[in-house]
């Protein structure tokens, strides 16, 4: 009984400071945080614009490239625009145009290295 009485005035002094504390998490993260998503398409096609100005501005890609990229991009923007002509993009219209980036991005990673 006498170890019993410490144990328990022990145990009750740790549960009212852990109740006092909260869960040792902090804030909750702001909403979508660890969700990011995929970059929309208008962000891509600024990133992409940015890459291969960077690439012909220091001499990775040729400037025969680096119009034949453009013209592509401009191509793809253009497609978004119409595609977004009604105010929204389908799914499907967004998968058609991600394909397309990602092609280009490849196309510029190509040929920055080569």
């Not at 499907?92 to 145009?97: K, V």
Request: hydrophobic share 35%; with cysteine; net charge positive.
């Amino acid at each position: 009984m006498k170890i019993i009485l410490p144990a328990l005035a022990a145990l009750s002094l740790l549960t009212l400071a852990a109740c006092e504390t909260g869960p040792g998490y902090g804030p909750p993260p702001p909403p979508g945080y660890g969700q990011p998503g995929p970059a929309p398409i208008f962000e891509r096609i600024q990133n992409l614009r940015e890459r291969i100005r960077v690439g012909e501005a220091n001499g990775s890609l040729a400037p025969g490239e680096a119009r034949r990229v453009v013209s592509e991009l401009n191509d793809i923007e253009a497609q978004a625009n119409r595609m977004r002509s009604d105010g929204r993009m389908s799914p499907n219209d967004r998968r058609i145009l991600d394909d397309r980036l990602n092609h280009l991005n490849e196309t510029v990673r190509w040929l920055k290295h080569n």
